[in-house]
């Protein structure tokens, strides 16, 4: 059995992924983590103060985490030192943090970290870089659409499709919604909505002189991501202290 504990354990994604633990036979979901105490699925949730205690009272083999960026990075640290996997998809990291992060998990503990642990939007993801190795001439906008209770803005799955771009094509500018008088130039344009219960949206658009192409990935219900979440802590246990992808979780 590998004993699951949650941070972010009463949010959406938490209760979601706390619902798909409890099902599966071989999980053991042995607690959870907020700012306020409550119940998970019959298991306790105790506040993010008392996390240290908490992961060497129940010596859970991973910490899954979806939170928001600041308490991410502090639940990041009390599960290295505790010795205990982890499953990260809080998005919104600085650079700054992104660093502390490496430093806590790289030679310490196992972690899958990932702005998007649906299969899709990992292929989704590679698709994106083949367009761009093909259409790298072509005019490039980013669109991305959230419920309207999302914190961070642009989404951190468009900013990992950013990342591919660059990757592809060099440093361009990105210019972030337009407004007034404005000249397209070789700018990357990337565009975010919010509103209503939009689970995620994602779409590059890739215009040339007669035609366009646009790739697009649509998520239904977050269980999407839930599972994916669940897939990776199921397969980050046991390996090498360092951080890993979803596409190695997935073998892409
Ligand atoms: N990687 C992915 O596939 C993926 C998918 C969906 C959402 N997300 C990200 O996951 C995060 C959570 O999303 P959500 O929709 O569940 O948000 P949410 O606001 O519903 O849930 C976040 C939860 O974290 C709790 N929290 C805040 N500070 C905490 C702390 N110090 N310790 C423990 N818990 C704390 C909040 O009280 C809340 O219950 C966001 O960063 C979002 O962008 C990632």
Known sequence: MVKIVISGALGRMGTTIGR???????????GGVDVREGTLFGTEVVPSVRIDEFLKEKRPDVLIDFTVAAAAVENIKA??????????GTTGFSPEQRETIRGAVEGH?????????????????????????????????????????KKDAPSGTAKTILEILDQELGNRE???GRV?????????GVHVVRGGDIVGDHAVLFAGNFECIEISHRAYDRAVFAQGAVRAARWVSGR?????TMQEVLGL
């Open 20 to 30: 798909i633990v409890d099902e599966a036979p071989d999980l053991e979901l042995v």
């Open 79 to 88: 599960a290295a030192k505790n010795n205990v996997a982890l499953v990260v």
């Open 109 to 149: 503990v196992p972690a899958v970290i990932s702005s998007n642990f649906s299969v899709g939007v990992n292929i989704f993801w590679k698709l994106v870089r083949e367009a761009a190795r093909q259409l790298g001439d072509y005019d490039i906008e980013v669109t991305e659409a959230h419920h309207r209770y």
């Open 174 to 176: 990105k210019v972030y």
């Open 180 to 188: 007034g008088e404005t000249e397209r130039k070789g700018e990357i």
């Open 240 to 244: 090498e202290p360092r951080i890993y």
